[in-house]
T-cell receptor
Framework: KAGVTQTPRYLIKTRGQQVTLSCSPI?????VSWYQQTPGQGLQFLFEYFSETQRNKGNFPGRFSGRQFSNSRSEMNVSTLELGDSALYLC??????????????FGPGTRLTVL | AQSVTQLGSHVSVSEGALVLLRCNYS??????LFWYVQYPNQGLQLLLK??????LVKGINGFEAEFKKSETSFHLTKPSAHMSDAAEYFC????????????FGQGTRLTINP
């Protein structure tokens, strides 16, 4: 089975721009979660989607948004980029067969640099 | 609120020595705990997870962890370190029933000395 894929792997943007990141989950997985990883704040939960609905959201401003499509692929969007948005953005998928004991499988991440 | 604390942001051991990475959790309900490893420029890979079936959990690459409720700990160990174990390790707890929202510790960078 193919793993979680994220595109693009690297992205450079300037302040004020917006960006869209894409995530394709493992085939059959319906839950997709997004995390932000920075040296200062570590790994922080952004949001989770299941069956095209956002089920949970972390403590991030409204500039961060996401969506999930009927094929479970997910995108996240960051508008009006700030320097502090520079981070590794990780996507994870899970099958949700067993609830919150399910394993989340992570993609390689998208490295976003904001100049 | 549920959280995890990893003691020691950096741990250095010699090749062949015991690896011990510490994780303590706080939780008002039975926790579901995970250890992930991250190699440079890669995503996270699951090492092992605790789901209440057994307190001693064996994972990949020779790692294991023991859930100790009395100590609220879930420390990760490996009897003999290998150079390939050099990476960053994260302890995490899934905090919402039926959902996928991991709360991570700050991570421990493991260095292996030859």
């Amino acid at each position: 089975k193919a793993g979680v894929t994220q595109t693009p792997r690297y992205l450079i943007k300037t302040r004020g721009q917006q960006v869209t990141l894409s995530c394709s989950p493992i085939s059959g997985h319906r839950s997709v979660s997004w995390y932000q990883q920075t040296p200062g704040q570590g790994l922080q939960f952004l949001f989770e989607y299941f069956s095209e609905t956002q089920r949970n959201k972390g403590n991030f401003p409204g500039r961060f948004s996401g969506r999930q499509f009927s094929n479970s692929r997910s995108e996240m969007n960051v508008s009006t980029l700030e320097l502090g948005d520079s981070a590794l953005y990780l996507c994870a998928s899970s099958s949700l067969a067993g609830g919150n004991t399910d394993t989340q499988y992570f993609g390689p991440g998208t490295r976003l640099t904001v100049l | 609120a549920q959280s995890v604390t990893q003691l020691g942001s950096h741990v250095s051991v010699s090749e062949g020595a015991l690896v011990l990475l510490r994780c303590n959790y706080s939780s008002s309900v039975p926790p579901y705990l995970f250890w992930y490893v991250q190699y440079p420029n890669q995503g996270l890979q699951l090492l092992l997870k605790y789901t209440s079936a057994a307190t001693l959990v064996k994972g990949i690459n020779g790692f294991e962890a023991e859930f100790k409720k009395s100590e609220t700990s879930f420390h990760l160990t490996k009897p003999s370190a290998h150079m390939s174990d050099a990476a960053e390790y994260f302890c995490a707890v899934n905090i919402i029933q039926g959902a996928q929202k991991l709360v991570f510790g700050q991570g421990t960078r493991l260095t292996i000395n030859p």
